[in-house]
């Protein structure tokens, strides 16, 4: 059990920020999992009004608690469609903090995410190991999506995943230091898990634009996990642990922005980082603000930061038709939708096309996906319906996960719809023939 005076803190905070839902139900319109199943227990107030009263809930069947708090995608479409201005995301966190707190983490988990993600090496060195054994486990599904599905009966199920890749970035690019051309800003990269492990040309494609532009550029070695994956399980310890491996690394001073190419980490720097930093020293806090702010996603800093596309419009290309899928945590969180499309619009080659309902969530939520497959899945078939009735011929986002879940939709329904990070559109068009806006 965590300590009683933080599960009481914690307990305090949920209890003050509870008073503000009016149970209107405004949240059932905009919430990807209730439009699938249409239980009250799967929508935000549901799930607040589960919580008044934690304590007692705690100790009568704690699991259950668990159980249907968990059942959530955390993407924040019930937080930012509020009326009264509910921090639904913030509360499940910590009350998901509490229960772990309270009933402790099963072993796998406490594997996963205190001995793996914890120690960045250990982590490398196994997903090296994975990704020379996938073969052997998995068979290809879709060259063009760099998707696989199991050979026999597997844990993964019918889901198309997205396969390792055989050098990871941080083997690609282990490090690096560089400094900006005259007048120009100097920026530190976090590149994240899933840009290490399975997209590392995005990471690439990151270093090629900050390149052209003649932005200084470092990348701290041995990155951890943002530690997401922890807080959605509520692992409080966990998450701390890769937070302090990860400020050792990202010193205050020396770089003038903290830019990231997954909208996850982006959110969870800005966000979350310190909400869940309470139990951290006053220094370490103070960093960890100073880092939120410093923090922005790659097309917001090139459009905003460096005016990239900012003279160009969408309709100004002639090409291959792109469509373009909004994040959760990149548009409901930090409120950054222009830029990507701006970013697109800047890359020769590429017509965007809108798709109906480009900030629906795709229905990956992270661990989600592994626990509730099927549900996740049906969210999915949704965006890949609307990604085949906009007529594109590739589906850029500007998350990871998202391009995996995107993905995974694809290549079950054996389209030929290319998956691409949009930082990818743009440095492609950065080469021999390609054009900047």
């Not at 008044?52 to 249907?68: I, N, T």
């Amino acid at each position: 059990m965590a300590d009683p005076r933080e599960l009481a803190r914690l307990l305090g905070e949920l209890e003050d920020q509870l008073v503000v839902c009016m149970r209107c139900g405004l949240c059932q319109s905009v919430c990807p999992l209730y439009a699938q199943t249409g239980r009250e227990a799967d929508v935000a107030r549901g799930k607040l009004a589960l919580l008044d009263g934690l304590a007692k809930e705690m100790l009568k069947d704690p699991g259950a608690v668990r159980e249907r708090l968990n059942k959530c995608l955390l993407c924040g479409s019930c937080a930012v469609s509020c009326p009264s201005g509910v921090k639904s995301l913030d509360i499940f966190l910590k009350a998901r903090a509490v229960l772990a707190g309270y009933q402790g983490l099963s072993p796998a988990k406490k594997l996963v995410f205190r001995g793996l993600l914890t120690r960045p090496a250990l982590f490398n060195l196994l997903a090296s190991l994975a990704a020379r054994l996938q073969g052997v486990l998995g068979r290809p599904a879709s060259e063009l999506l760099g998707t696989s599905c199991a050979r026999l009966a597997s844990p993964l199920g019918e889901r198309h995943y997205r396969r390792l890749a055989s050098q990871p970035f941080h083997a690609l690019v282990p490090e690096m230091d560089t400094h900006p051309a005259p007048g120009k800003p100097r920026v530190a990269f976090f590149v994240g898990c899933l840009v290490d492990k399975l997209y590392p040309q995005v990471g690439q494609a990151v270093v090629k634009a900050l390149a052209h532009h003649g932005v200084g550029l470092c990348i701290p070695p041995a990155q951890a996990c943002c530690g997401m994956p922890a807080l959605s399980a509520g692992d409080s310890r966990a998450f701390e642990q890769m937070l302090t491996h990860n400020l050792v690394r990202l010193r205050p001073g020396g770089f003038d922005y903290l830019v990231t190419a997954c909208a996850t980490c982006t959110s969870a720097i800005k966000k979350l980082w310190p909400l869940m930093a309470q139990g951290l020293s006053p220094a370490q806090r103070d960093q960890v603000e100073h880092l939120s702010r410093k923090t922005i996603d790659i097309s917001q800093f090139l459009v905003d930061k460096l005016l990239v596309g900012n003279t160009i419009s969408p309709e100004d290309h002639e090409g291959r038709a792109i469509t373009y899928h909004d994040p959760c945590h990149l548009k409901k969180s930090l409120g950054v939708a222009t830029q990507p499309r701006r970013l697109l619009a800047a890359s020769a080659g590429q017509r965007l096309v809108e798709m109906a309902e480009a900030d629906w969530c795709c229905g990956m939520g992270g661990s989600f996906n592994l626990l509730h497959y099927e549900q996740s899945a049906a969210i999915g078939r949704r965006k890949l319906e609307n990604i085949k009735a906009s007529g594109c011929q590739a589906v850029a986002t500007s998350c990871p996960a998202c391009m995996a879940q995107i993905s995974d939709a694809l290549s079950q329904d054996g389209q030929a719809i290319a998956v691409r990070h949009v930082i990818e559109v743009y440095a492609q068009a950065l080469g021999p023939g390609g054009k900047a806006g």
